[in-house]
């Protein structure tokens, strides 16, 4: 072995047990691990029966051309039945679908599952008018309203791929991604309601489709009503066009390697990559893990405050929950507009009984206090999901405490847009869950913990977490570019998929998330992870969220530089804070880890999915001009960050 692994530094004691009564009722029981581990590809197989087939699959797995997977081969089915028809055949046509919230007060809609099949067969036939062909790619370009989700399975009815861009990014990450897969039709609309106010999206369209002469079409929603310029011969209004279409639509059976969507990366670590996936094996593993991980019963009240735009929405707003005809929630807006309560009272208006977001949420409702959920019934809550980025044992247990009333389960899900649905999480009636931790794979996923060599750690070790056996949801390749597909994540060792983190097994074999790799900071020779030390920061009682990047150093290689953000409590900190949070960082995890510097400052850059873009961040700790920050959720806090940066080091 040439380089050191990752050092393991925290140490983390605390265990939840499942609720008994919880445990007692779950959809999946510890047996399950070792049934899947026995034989994968049944596994898999028997999971396939709670979809409907329109032909049967002969054979589950074909990997004799890795890494490119077939799954469930022979197989024939269409995704959009799969979500809503065949719900209605089987006479749950009156059951909700999706309870709208829009983000102005009092602004709702409830849709029926025999309402969602009219509405996608209505926009499956406009889409067929526009020109829309199996095959084709159309990208859609909206604001979280229900015409996402009808759009999106308009066009899976008609084996017709989307590629969904989120709202808030500009014209050019909207072109760029329109070029790079050839779409034909955009779907957007005027604009929609954030922080209060309408908030256009049809001009960045406009400005977009300058550089796609071969867009032909674009369906706009009307939701705003704000004024909007009009090209005549592409442009046409939903509401004249979808609204007025026959509500007869018969879906077309789809082999199961048919292409249902490429979605671009979050881009935190670089440029996005198109990732493909089909329908077969995707739908069916986000159809299981949806049932298993959130243990979904027919009368929970579910409901994921991702945007559509991103990978959570596709899997765990559309795919996955209504696949199972799920009942959920859908909200427009910001989680401040008009009051840092909204998320908690529709929480308590709609009963959500399942619910999953981001920790960069948690840390910020943990900034802003306790009393604002508190002001809240949340007792329907029996479940809460955690995705994006690891947890914060703090902001775990405030997760647990504040929102899920000290008894909530929490699972912590590991999954990537390539992995297209979970892989690592903890079973909320099976596992004795630690706060930090996203625990072991579910059943029927391998991952593995290995060293530069591809061996395996020890327990008690760090090295790259790597996954070893193909799984259902997989993607099938980046789009339009096989060899970047290889490259990116079969080429390290090439029988293992690389996820591209890092990862370590604690004593009792659980899988601890590290962060990215390209972001471990090499210190005087030891290899340390950035998360770690981020949740020492966040233990501090000041702390709401902490970055940390590695910042050349004369003496120690790389220095490790921190980037914070205190709780409102902490009232500006106080002029010791920054010597507090070096020695604090020391106590928990060793004099090693202490940061260099620690930078107050009063935003990070994140990503629109809510992940901290750290390369952006060491741009600034050394000094160069900011890289590319085309997915950034809000440009200007690099300006802010920056000129932050410059005082405090005059100070220094
Ligand atoms: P890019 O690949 O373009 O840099 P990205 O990796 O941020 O973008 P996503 O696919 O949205 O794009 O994010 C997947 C990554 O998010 C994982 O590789 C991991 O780093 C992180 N992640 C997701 N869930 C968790 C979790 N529960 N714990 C720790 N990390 C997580
Ligand atoms: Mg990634």
Not at 622 to 636: F, H, I, Q
């Amino acid at each position: 072995m040439t380089e050191q692994n990752i050092s393991n530094l925290s140490h983390e004691d605390r265990v939840f047990e499942p609720p008994a009564d919880l445990a007692a009722n779950a959809n999946v029981t510890a047996e399950v691990y070792d049934e899947a581990a026995a034989d994968r590809p049944a596994f898999w197989g028997k999971q396939a029966e709670r979809l409907d087939w329109g032909t049967p699959f002969t054979e589950v797995l074909d990997w004799s051309n890795a890494p490119f997977a077939k799954w469930f081969v022979g197989g024939k089915l269409n995704a959009a039945y799969n979500c809503v028809d065949r719900h209605v055949e089987s006479g749950n046509g009156d059951k909700v679908a999706l309870h709208f919230v829009g983000e102005p007060e009092g602004d709702t809609r409830d849709i029926t599952y025999a309402e969602l099949q009219d509405l996608v067969s209505q926009a499956a036939n406009a889409l067929i008018d526009l020109g829309v062909q199996t095959g084709d790619r159309v990208a859609i370009y909206l604001p979280m309203i229900p015409e996402a989700v009808i759009a999106m399975l308009a066009c899976a009815r008609l084996g017709a791929p989307h590629t969904v861009v989120f709202g808030g990014f500009s014209a050019d990450a909207l072109s760029s991604r329109i070029l790079d897969c050839e779409a034909k039709v955009v779907i957007t609309a005027d604009g929609g309601y954030r922080r209060g106010a309408p908030s256009a999206l049809k001009p960045a369209v406009d400005e977009a489709l300058e550089k796609c002469p071969d867009v032909t079409g674009v369906l706009v929603v009307r939701r705003t009503g704000q004024d909007t310029a009009w090209t005549e011969g592409r442009d046409v209004w939903w509401h004249e066009t979808v609204d007025q279409a026959s509500t007869d639509h018969t879906p077309e059976m789809f082999d199961a390697e048919h292409p249902l969507y490429v979605m671009y990366t979050s881009g935190t670590t670089g440029s996005p990559k198109g990732i493909l996936h089909t329908t077969g094996g995707y739908l069916v593993q986000s159809a299981w893990t949806f049932w298993a991980v959130f243990d979904y019963k027919p009368d929970d009240i579910y409901w994921c405050t991702a945007d559509v735009g991103w990978v959570t929405g596709h899997s765990y707003i559309v795919y996955g929950p209504l696949a199972n005809g799920a009942t959920q929630v859908l909200y427009e807006g910001t989680p401040d507009t008009p009051h840092k309560g909204r998320w908690w009272q529709i929480v308590q208006d709609y009963k959500v009984s399942l619910f999953y977001t981001a920790p960069t949420a948690v840390r910020t409702f943990m900034k802003w206090g306790d009393d604002i959920p508190a002001k809240h019934d949340l007792s329907s809550l029996r479940i809460l999901g955690s995705v994006g980025e690891s947890i914060n044992p703090e902001a775990y247990v405030w997760y647990r405490d504040n929102i899920g009333g000290g008894t909530t389960p929490i699972v912590d899900t590991w999954w990537q847009t390539e992995t297209g649905a979970h892989m690592i999480s903890p079973l909320p009636g099976v596992t004795s869950a630690k706060p930090g931790s996203a625990m072991t794979a579910i059943p029927g996923i391998a991952a593995e913990v290995v060293d530069d060599s591809g061996n395996p750690v020890d327990n008690g070790e760090g090295g790259y977490l790597v996954i070893t056996e193909p799984w259902p949801s997989m993607l099938r390749t980046i789009w339009g570019d096989d060899d970047r597909y290889k490259e990116t994540y079969w080429s390290r060792w090439p029988q293992y998929y690389f996820a591209g983190d890092g990862a370590r097994k604690d004593e009792d074999g659980a899988i601890w998330l590290l962060g990215r790799v390209d972001d471990v900071m090499n210190v005087s020779g030891h290899r340390l992870s950035t998360t770690e030390i981020e949740s020492a920061l966040v233990s501090h009682p000041k702390v709401a969220e902490a970055a940390v990047v590695g910042a050349t150093d004369d003496t120690t290689g790389q220095a490790v530089v921190a980037f914070v953000i205190l709780r409102e409590s902490a009232q500006g900190g106080g002029d010791d804070i920054i010597a507090e949070l070096r020695n604090h960082v020391g106590h928990q995890i060793g004099p090693i880890a202490k940061p260099r510097q620690v930078m107050v400052v009063p935003e990070l850059p994140k990503t629109r999915s809510g992940k901290i873009m750290r390369r952006l961040l060491r741009d600034v700790a050394e000094n160069r001009e900011v890289g590319n920050t085309t997915t950034l959720a809000d440009a200007g806090v690099m300006d802010l960050i920056s000129s932050g940066m410059q005082t405090a080091k005059d100070d220094d």
